[in-house]
């Protein structure tokens, strides 16, 4: 005889799993991590959890050194390597390896940005974002290099780091023998074979290939001066629509995507 839950119209086959359905009413999570202040409704999930601090990642990509904690994030990686990108969107022809990046892109074409810092104007489309940026304000760096005495603020950039003592070249071009240590540079290099200019002037119908080339190429327009807005040259990602004044801002904006630290540990 089925269980049936008097919240919703959920059935269920045993008593057990009644009681852990319920939990999601009562928002009931008894399973409690020592070392920090994430619970949640089933033991499982927080034995995931907890390779967090035991540092353990199982889930190991045949063809490179990435581990994870779960099957789940060591799939969705593989798609770096086979090149799958199974979700796309319906407005642009943006394809990308994750139902959460797909909701993400979006924003672009709506304009939103949800996730806004307290402590200045600063706004952003992603949950994950918003927590790197707070580290600007608090300066914590919690990734630290274990060879070096190097840190920094996001898993990506201590990855990156790691690479300067490995050697490691991961991203690998599909049409020569290029390789290098970022998914950023890599988009920039296939531009060479692909004719891709991302960045574009507010002024006039030129793109071309990188923003350095655009701020050269804005010059011609003339000065920008403070008593006309309208000779504001604006420099544009080709990821997102993001757009900026200063090379240096699109190329700090950039990192967002690639997850790349410019600066190396000597």
Do not use: W
């Not at 919240?7 to 852990?20: D, F, M, P």
């Not at 949800?114 to 706004?123: E, H, N, Q």
């Not at 923003?211 to 309208?230: E, Q």
């Amino acid at each position: 005889k089925p269980y049936k839950c008097t919240e919703c119209s959920v059935c269920c086959k045993t008593s057990g799993i009644l009681k852990r359905h319920m939990r999601v009413h009562f928002s009931q999570k008894p399973y409690k991590c020592g070392d920090c202040n994430y619970s949640c409704m089933v033991s499982e999930k927080l034995e995931i959890h907890m390779r967090i601090h035991a540092i353990e990642k199982p889930y190991k990509c045949s063809e490179c050194s990435y581990n994870y904690t779960t099957s789940g994030s060591l799939k969705v990686h593989m798609r770096i390597h086979t090149g799958e990108k199974p979700y796309k969107c319906n407005e642009c022809s943006y394809r990308c390896l994750t139902y959460g990046y797909l909701k993400s892109h979006m924003r672009v074409h709506s304009g939103e940005k949800p996730y806004k810092c307290d402590k200045c104007d600063y706004s952003c489309t992603q949950a994950g974002n918003l927590k790197i940026h707070m580290r600007i304000h608090s300066g914590v760096k919690p990734y630290k290099c274990g060879v070096c005495n190097y840190s920094c603020t996001t898993s990506g950039g201590l990855q990156y780091h790691m690479r300067t003592h490995t050697g490691e070249k991961p991203y690998v071009c599909s049409e020569c023998n290029y390789s290098c240590k970022d998914n950023g540079a890599l988009r920039k290099h296939i531009r060479i074979h692909t004719g891709e200019k991302p960045y574009k002037c507010s002024e006039c119908s030129y793109s071309c290939k990188t923003s350095g080339s655009l701020k050269t190429h804005i010059r011609i327009h003339g000065p920008r001066t403070p008593n006309n807005v309208s000779k504001t040259f604006y420099m544009m990602c080709g990821e997102c629509g993001y757009r900026c004044t200063e090379s240096k801002s699109l190329n700090k904006h950039m990192r967002t995507h690639s997850g790349g630290k410019p600066f190396k540990c000597i």
